[in-house]
């Protein structure tokens, strides 16, 4: 069975670790969001793309869920002593080996999608990963900074600023122009599940939606796609979902993300179980849809939470 | 005072700890080599500016001579497990983040010459230091490997070959179209004193007075030019100078290292007392000579030494 992932960082990784399990023998691509890679120290960081990397391949700080295990930060200390920021931004010491490399790599002429083949090589994550595109894409928040009106860079508003002020858009700047990167149409077209896991939908599977070509190779693949929701109990059970959700006119609740998503792409929807309430309504909308746990508490309940997924999938598929 | 010093790396970096302490009220501006720098993971790295950098400004691991005190290697461990060298660089955590900040000045459109000056903002040498140039130059050196002769970068050389091969040449790739970084000629034009370091006189001096302008500069400058023999007793002090010299078609004996700058150029040379039966041969070749003890044990013993080549200046100055 050939599957294909639509992922984010945190979320998608956990997510795509309980899959693995449920599904030891399919063959697993995964397409990153690249929304909010950015040039830090002259270093271009994909943090979608390495969280997905480290949790896959077994160098992921397990609590924080993002960055490597046993990290130092003696280089940030040294880059802050030079007076060189910015200091909001965690880098340590294992991480920024792997942004010198791919910074190398890109500066040797080498496509992202090349270099993350090549990133891979040591991680062994167990899935194809590839970048949406090897096309600069650059997620930005319109925001309003000391009573002015100004886009800021998408880990600026969600590291720095928490998401703690409003966000009046999401632009994924660049997205318009972008291409596909090598193998995502061809795994899309060659698929027989395509998963969006319970990612943030606007700011990682969104923007992943709004590179050209995909959405509509998606919608045209003939075969399940099932989505998972990343909003338990009208709340996003991790980040900042529902500060995006607004800026984009969409309700912070499982069903209306799944309409957002829109039944033209989505054939099945799995809500938590305490949203059970909602599951008659996004049928109606013409997405099938189940009530299951969907807190990615442990590996067990994540794999369970896969294997309800693929099931639904052969549930629309028939 | 003004006192300019043409310096390359340890030996160099050493002796001007002396020289501020014995004249702590002159002004100080270092030529700094720039002929052994060398592009490792895509970053930009200049052993001997850093090396006279971070010996003035307190950041030196004393013992080794170069490199960060208290460094630790997590970046580079990191690197190797990607498979990604070279090994035999020791770059640690500390040192990659000031080749981090260059790197980025340098791609923001910098010249080393102003990246030189904000680096040293934080590590106040107490010196004025600049690049010779702000143009690539890189010292190659001509060997035989497996059989067959090729150039190799100084530092695989040195360091990766530990100079364990026959130099056949040592040529500055480069330097003939390379200008002087700005601030070098007017620096040596309002110079009161002009010294040579016991640094190596091929690969680091001869490397700046290789960049057309610097020799001829220094020679018109008017004021004395002394120097201290980087040879004791028929063989090198630190390194392996003996090596280069040879390639060049020099002795290694600190006569022959104060023939090959030449009367020309040099008004004053020291060498170490071991060495007194050759002062009478330097003099009659036209060059002021005294015999004093030239090893760099201790501040107490470099101050000493510094001490001397200023009184050998006013000595040759009348």
Same mark, same amino acid.
């Given at each position: 069975m050939r599957i294909v992932v639509l992922a984010g960082g945190i #979320?998608?990784? $956990?997510?795509? $670790?309980?899959?693995?399990?449920?599904?030891?023998?399919?063959?697993?691509?995964?397409?990153?969001?690249?929304?909010?890679?950015?040039?830090?120290?002259?270093l271009k960081v994909?943090?979608?793309l390495d969280t997905v990397m480290y949790t896959l391949g077994g160098g992921i700080h397990e609590e924080q869920g993002w960055g490597r295990s046993d990290e130092t930060f003696t280089v940030k200390a040294e880059l802050a002593a030079y007076g060189v920021g910015p200091e909001w931004f965690g880098l340590g010491d294992r991480d920024f080996a792997t942004h010198i490399v791919r910074t190398q790599m890109i500066g040797a002429g080498y496509p992202l999608s090349?270099?993350?083949?090549?990133?891979?090589?040591?991680?062994?994550?167990?899935? $194809?990963?590839?970048?949406?595109?090897?096309?600069?894409?650059?997620?930005?928040?319109?925001?309003?900074?000391? #009573?002015?009106?100004?886009?800021?860079?998408?880990?600026?508003?969600?590291v720095r600023l928490h998401a703690s002020v409003e966000a009046h858009a999401v632009v994924p700047v660049g997205a318009e122009q972008a291409k596909p990167a090598p193998g995502v149409l061809e795994a899309i077209a060659e698929a027989d599940v395509i998963v969006f896991p319970p990612s943030n939908p606007v700011v990682s599977v969104g923007t992943i939606l709004a590179v050209p070509g995909i959405r509509e190779a998606i919608?045209?693949?003939?075969?399940?796609?099932?989505?998972?929701?990343?909003?338990?109990?009208?709340?996003?059970?991790?980040g900042m979902a529902d500060k995006v959700l607004e800026a984009v006119g969409v309700e912070t609740t499982a069903a209306a993300v799944a309409a957002h998503?829109?039944?033209?792409?989505?054939?099945?929807?799995?809500?938590?179980?305490v949203d059970a309430a909602a599951v008659e309504g996004i049928e109606s909308a013409g997405i099938r849809c189940r009530a299951v746990p969907l807190m990615m508490t442990d590996l067990e309940a994540t794999t369970a939470m896969a294997r309800e997924a693929l099931a639904l999938a052969e549930e629309v598929r028939t």
């Open positions: #979320g998608g990784a $956990r997510f795509l $670790r309980g899959l693995k399990a449920a599904a030891p023998d399919a063959e697993i691509t995964v397409i990153g969001n690249t929304g909010d890679d950015i040039h830090l120290f002259g994909c943090p979608d090349a270099v993350t083949e090549a990133l891979c090589e040591r991680w062994q994550p167990g899935v $194809r990963l590839i970048p949406m595109s090897d096309d600069r894409v650059e997620t930005h928040v319109l925001v309003d900074v000391d #009573g002015e009106r100004k886009a800021v860079h998408f880990q600026e508003y969600w919608a045209e693949a003939g075969v399940p796609v099932v989505g998972l929701s990343p909003i338990v109990g009208d709340a996003p059970v991790r998503y829109g039944s033209g792409l989505l054939d099945g929807w799995l809500v938590d179980t």
